[in-house]
């Protein structure tokens, strides 16, 4: 394809003496003849005089480069839209799989594809162009909007609803009973039923093996356009604001509450029962006990501010010698008080 | 349901001028006309005025409120069962389903609800009432007790042992292979066989995505009535005693012994090759590399007593000025020494 | 089986005045009469005395012991060596389980053992002797070479690379979608197509529950002989040096480049686009968000070297004192200054 076609479809200003052919997408380290390459990454720009690439996507403000380049406001969006043109995705075969189990009283919307060994509980409702990868479970009473992608392996559990274009990866639990126990006098626990539900509005992603609780009352909720990375845990009865992107391995431990566009980095905790303001963002492996205002770039654990944070990171460095200077200190004093005659 | 009737089956003392009809459960915020209500943590309380529950379930100290209220020691239970009063549970489908492979020599008890694509391995022995929710996988050699649920995509691995009503969430992997493996002389590893079993006593519950890996020799053990969290680790050969209570994504990494009644909060690493006396709490993200006594919380990682913790965490924010201080101190000191004519 | 026939097979010198006859092999804490135990971890030692084992296995430089011994310069391994004479393995059967699907153009190399449920995509190619264990799918075109052990319920996604002998344990997601969006102007995300592959090399194993995600663009790599723990979260684009062991838990941002032999205990987290040096070391939660050189053993958040937060944690657990010391200097530079007249 070239260069210029692709500066169409991505919407791209070419900049280039030459409209070069090109084959494919690639990193700018491996990147190689006819490659297109990008730089989303500022860490990368020390890689744009090696690269070997054959024409580049750039932002507007990024210098001249040597070679043809697509000048864009966004270049990552460039980047992805570039992929797709080379990118050969694996169909799903539409229709049932003989090996299906579809509850008879199920309703499939149009132009499904329904994997081998897929089971499909009574009274699920699923929109035109759902995508059951093999081996998904939906427990009984569960929805899916139109447009939904459901991998190998992921089950959805009973009366969950899940919006349109929703993903969700493989072997992701949704609607597992949250961990809620009330304590008995001997020390022991009593199980309390988990009667609510999990709802996940349009266009939300949910990561591999991740895991998204329902709530002994009231749902367990994210919002549209989230996106959950593999290996989260949401606890019964979170609310994950829209817009938000939740790294791999973090945990709401039950009853968090986060604002729209919240942003957490991999391994964060959030403590149960708080509220994350919108547009709050977490560095990773933070500890969050407390409610956070909006905005906020929070670090550490009990967290406050990252300024704040890396400041205090850095002191703690410099901590054992000030204990040694310390004493100096005290010993030095007590010297002048000797000698002043106290 | 009247209130009345409810008071007399979760065993509280009704407070109320009017006998009011209760149509379901809900959280206090959500909570609107005919909802029964309830308080299991202090932070809800501020609610309490604003509420539009037509009932409350609160504990007997509690002060009065302007509804009608069920009193109880112990709010959380009651609150559970109430709750069983107006859930509809889906019920699994008994009887072993046609597509189910189950191997001739493995023992069934009486009443099985064995789900569409469930595999039973050769010799397993199941208890009476046993669910196996479709595409469970019981590998060789397993043994479950009466009343045991098993959900969908989780495993068994060969020769574990389940006890009577456990319950195993989704994707849940019970004796996959501990991480064992002998260095060689070239930096390489030899695996070592895992050849112990994982033991599950009664009445415990393990979440979803969960890992319980088996040993080399030995079993690893989780006693009875203990309740394991989504994504939690628990190493090979580690111990956990009764009544533990393990929050989501914390990490045994092998041979750990946990006494009974430990609490630990979101994402706790235990080290290898520890115990932990009964009774000692974690907060979350605590990592643990020795030993602790019974009955302490502990905090921070290396682990020390929270109250230490909270002394450090809050002395850290001072350190950046401590260090300006004792700056201004050698200076002045110097100041004094020279003036001094030292 | 004699202990003299044990020593030659693990290639072990006996120290013995009889040549005992030996059942099995046991932790040194739970072995009894006719076992053999091992010391593979110091911390055991103290339990050398009680033992009641009939025989030991031993470094050549630990002290002399009064029951018969196997000295060894390797004792872990032959202890592994050791236990597979005595372990009796679950043996899958060989062939296709009737209820597998296998695609009519994927090729199968000599011996399968295909087991229940199994789905074998278009495409795929087996080297011989590979287990697939009920339940496993492999998407389109994957290719597993020789001898690979793929265990219930994990999937491989398409086009995904395994090597000869990888092991894959339980409900592991190979290549499932990198965690890339890029950022629109309303605050939404765009999905990149993750168009790269997963290649694992030979001799890997990967844990229960962990995901090695697939990039947008190149591969993600796990290098010849590593051993990657359950629910560990290897990101989009990351490369895994050779015989690198990678505790449970851990996660590996993206674009993450970890040198040969590097260990992390649990729970660690490394950030994205870094690069770490062959045969570093990370101790449990450490949090690494720079490049750290060949060889040091790192610690804390944000990691520096093992003993310079060693040092700087016991010294935060002085700072509550010391900013009471220092307001104690305080007080007395001020009474000297003021009794020297300034």
């Known amino acids: 394809m070239k260069l210029s076609q692709i500066a169409e479809k991505t919407r791209c200003r070419m900049v280039a003496a030459n409209d070069v052919e090109i084959h494919g997408v690639a990193g700018i380290e491996d990147a190689g003849c006819g490659d297109l390459t990008f730089i989303a990454n500022r860490k990368y720009i020390k890689h ?10 750039l932002a507007e403000e990024m210098p001249e480069v040597q070679i043809p380049s697509l000048r864009t406001s966004n270049p990552y969006l460039a980047f992805a839209l570039a992929l797709e043109l080379f990118y050969e ?4 075969e539409r229709g049932i799989h003989p090996t299906a189990v579809v509850a008879p009283d199920a309703e499939l919307g149009p132009n499904p594809a329904i994997g081998a060994f897929a089971v499909v509980g009574c009274g699920c409702r699923l929109g035109r162009d759902v995508v059951l990868h093999p081996h998904v479970v939906l427990y009984p009473g569960v929805e899916l ?3 939904a992608v459901i991998h190998a ?3 959805i559990r009973e009366k969950c609803r899940l919006g349109k274009r929703v993903i969700v990866q493989n072997g992701a639990v949704i609607g597992g009973d949250g961990f809620g126990f009330a304590p008995m006098e001997k020390g022991d626990f009593y199980k309390i039923v988990q009667a609510g539900c999990v709802v996940i509005e349009d266009d939300v992603e949910i990561g591999a093996n991740a895991t998204i609780d329902r709530a002994a009352v ?7 356009g989230s996106k959950i990375d593999n290996l989260v845990q949401v606890g019964h009865g979170s609310h994950v604001g829209e817009d938000c992107v939740i ?3 973090t945990g709401l431990a039950g009853s968090t509450r986060l604002g729209r566009g919240v942003r957490a980095a ?5 403590a149960g029962h708080l509220q994350v303001g919108d547009g709050a963002t977490f560095t990773a492996q933070t500890g969050v006990p407390h409610d956070v205002p909006p905005g906020v770039i929070m670090s550490g654990y009990p967290a406050v501010e990252n300024a704040t944070w890396l400041r205090c990171m850095a002191a703690l460095l410099k901590l054992p010698d000030l204990i040694k200077r310390v004493r100096d200190l005290e010993k030095s004093v007590a010297a002048l008080r000797d000698q002043s005659g106290n």
């Open 145 to 147: 909007g139109d447009g």
């Open 89 to 92: 995705p694996v169909v799903p």
């Open 218 to 224: 009231g749902d367990t909720l994210i919002r549209r």
């Open 266 to 270: 991999g391994q964060v905790g959030f």
């Open 247 to 249: 790294a791999a391995q």
């Open 153 to 155: 392996h992921a089950t």
């Open 48 to 57: 744009l005089k090696e690269t070997r690439a054959s024409a580049i996507i």
